[in-house]
């Protein structure tokens, strides 16, 4: 029999889930065991999903949580009539879900010079690997302070990104290691909130530049980029434009890339 369900999982393992908090009725997040063999560099995604007719139906989400942490932690966006969030977003506590344990992906340190500043720009659940990146010690090793902007339609849907920085200031050892380094800036872009408008233009109109005081300088600064594909183009126009290259795993640069994933 376990021969016969091993089979089936084809190379997954089964993580159950603790901890399910619903945002907004378009994002939700949840926690898993974190498998005791399973290492990952913070940033990287993984392949998670359910058991469907016998066989696993699985989807691209990077892990929320830093590559120290016991549990594995994600956040992902509800779509109706998406094959997996559709039953997804209906896991309860002690459910499992299956888990691919083949970490990949370019928003990791090893793929970026060292530099003075690091800019996470993210929209939507694109927030998601940086939740990883500003809670991993060696983000402020190595840069004297960390810039996360978060983008999102409406103001509900920025609270994810908000309790992480109230999770850091509320935890002895995160907070002593982030000290006063690490920035958030969110903005909506269809309701009124503190500070409205899409970052690409705070980037173009100097708001982003007066926040942080100066400008995106390849020379000092690092650039980590999430969402969805329309913008990273915009985002990657703007720091082509600015003289920042692009890095990978095997080339390191000024600015890296990843696709926010949906279903
Ligand atoms: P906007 O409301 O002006 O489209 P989406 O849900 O469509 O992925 O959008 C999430 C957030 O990302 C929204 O605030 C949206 O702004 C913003 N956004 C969408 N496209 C871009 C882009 N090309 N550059 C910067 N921000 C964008």
Avoid at 7 to 33: E, P, Q, Y
Avoid at 55 to 65: F, G, T
Avoid at 125 to 137: E, K, L, N, V
Wanted: charged letters at 25%; a negative charge; one cysteine or more.
């Amino acid at each position: 029999m376990d021969q016969v369900v091993d089979k089936a999982l084809r190379g997954m393992t089964l993580l159950k889930v603790r901890n399910i908090r619903h945002w907004t009725d378009k994002t939700f997040s949840f926690n898993c065991d974190r498998p005791a063999a399973f290492r990952f560099r913070s940033g990287e995604f993984v392949m998670i999903g359910l058991m469907v007719e016998g066989k696993p139906l699985v989807r691209a989400y990077s892990i929320c949580s830093p590559s120290w942490d016991e549990e594995l932690e994600f956040y992902s966006i509800k779509v109706a009539d998406g094959p997996l969030t559709s039953r997804l977003q209906h896991l309860r506590e002690g459910d499992e879900i299956v888990m691919r344990p083949k970490p990949v992906g370019t928003l990791v340190h090893d793929a970026l010079l060292p530099g003075r500043r690091l800019f996470l720009f993210s929209t939507g659940t694109g927030i998601a690997p940086f939740a990883s990146i500003i809670r991993d010690p060696e983000t402020y090793e190595k840069f004297d302070r960390v810039v996360l902007t978060h983008t999102c339609r409406e103001l509900a849907e920025l609270g994810f990104g908000k309790d992480l920085i109230q999770r850091i200031a509320g935890d002895e050892i995160l907070s002593e290691m982030v000290g006063d380094k690490l920035t958030l800036i969110s903005t909506t872009t269809r309701e009124a909130s503190p500070h409205t408008g899409r970052m690409t233009d705070w980037i173009r109109d100097g708001r982003l530049a007066e926040a942080v005081g100066g400008a995106l300088d390849p020379a000092t600064d690092r650039v980590m980029i999430c969402g969805s594909m329309a913008m990273l183009q915009d985002h990657k126009a703007l720091c082509e434009a600015a003289g920042f290259t692009e890095g990978s795993n095997s080339e390191p640069g000024q600015f890296v890339i990843e696709k926010a994933f949906v279903d």
